[in-house]
T-cell receptor, first 117, second 113 residues
Framework: DAKTTQPPSMDCAEGRAANLPCNHS???????VYWYRQIHSQGPQYIIHGLKNNETNEMASLIITEDRKSSTLILPHATLRDTAVYYCIVRVGTANAGGTSYGKLTFGQGTILTVHP | DAGITQSPRHKVTETGTPVTLRCHQTENHRYMYWYRQDPGHGLRLIHY???????DKGEVSDGYSVSRSKTEDFLLTLESATSSQTSVYFCAISGSGATDTQYFGPGTRLTVL
């Protein structure tokens, strides 16, 4: 799986947009970009994922560059509850000996986003 | 939130004792996973299951075994707990196919004294 690079920490004012960058310059054509976040002591929470096109859901927007070597997660109106560690992950399915497959997730160190009043 | 529960949520045990952690899902998903999370290491895959009685090793499987006798339950066993297995353990589930999203449970904090 391709490696990702994220800034270790970012700050954002409450109510403003939070833009979290991720570099994945070695991404392969069949690898998806996933974003998760983890609020202190809780399990990782899925946010959004995409392959080539930009994606939007009720939580966030994902902007993937045309060459797919980087992406940005956008939280349009950050709140204090969005303070968390955000993980950018690129992922491809892996076949095991039994012929089935699973999508291994490799979590890096992520970006600590702090939203302040 | 995906219907995933983990039990116990917290456990303190002594070195050398057996420990079993349970993950229960109500989503009828095919795949289930066990991860551990430690400072400086992020989440690491221990074992995963791709169906009832079908399991395989992850990247840090030594000292752990798993079983899945029903679709909804995935058990992680530490046959003889060691202090190095002190960690937070997360269960995850996903449907089928390489791109299906994994959803995580709330975690179990295990301390081995």
């Amino acid at each position: 799986d391709a490696k990702t690079t994220q800034p270790p920490s970012m700050d954002c004012a409450e109510g403003r947009a939070a833009n979290l960058p991720c570099n994945h310059s070695t991404i392969s054509g069949n690898e998806y970009v996933y974003w998760y976040r983890q609020i202190h002591s809780q399990g990782p929470q899925y946010i959004i994922h995409g392959l080539k096109n930009n994606e939007t859901n009720e939580m966030a927007s994902l902007i993937i560059t045309e060459d797919r070597k980087s992406s940005t997660l956008i939280l349009p109106h950050a709140t204090l509850r969005d303070t968390a560690v955000y993980y950018c992950i690129v992922r491809v399915g892996t076949a095991n000996a039994g012929g089935t497959s699973y999508g291994k997730l490799t979590f890096g160190q992520g970006t600590i986003l702090t939203v302040h009043p | 939130d995906a219907g995933i529960t983990q039990s116990p949520r917290h456990k303190v045990t002594e070195t050398g004792t057996p420990v079993t952690l349970r993950c229960h899902q109500t989503e009828n998903h095919r795949y289930m996973y066990w991860y551990r999370q430690d400072p400086g290491h992020g989440l690491r895959l221990i074992h995963y299951s791709y169906g009832v009685k079908d399991t395989d090793k992850g990247e840090v499987s030594d000292g752990y075994s798993v079983s899945r006798s029903k679709t909804e339950d995935f058990l992680l066993t530490l046959e003889s707990a060691t202090s190095s297995q002190t960690s937070v353990y997360f269960c995850a589930i996903s449907g089928s196919g390489a791109t299906d999203t994994q959803y995580f449970g709330p975690g179990t904090r295990l301390t081995v004294l």
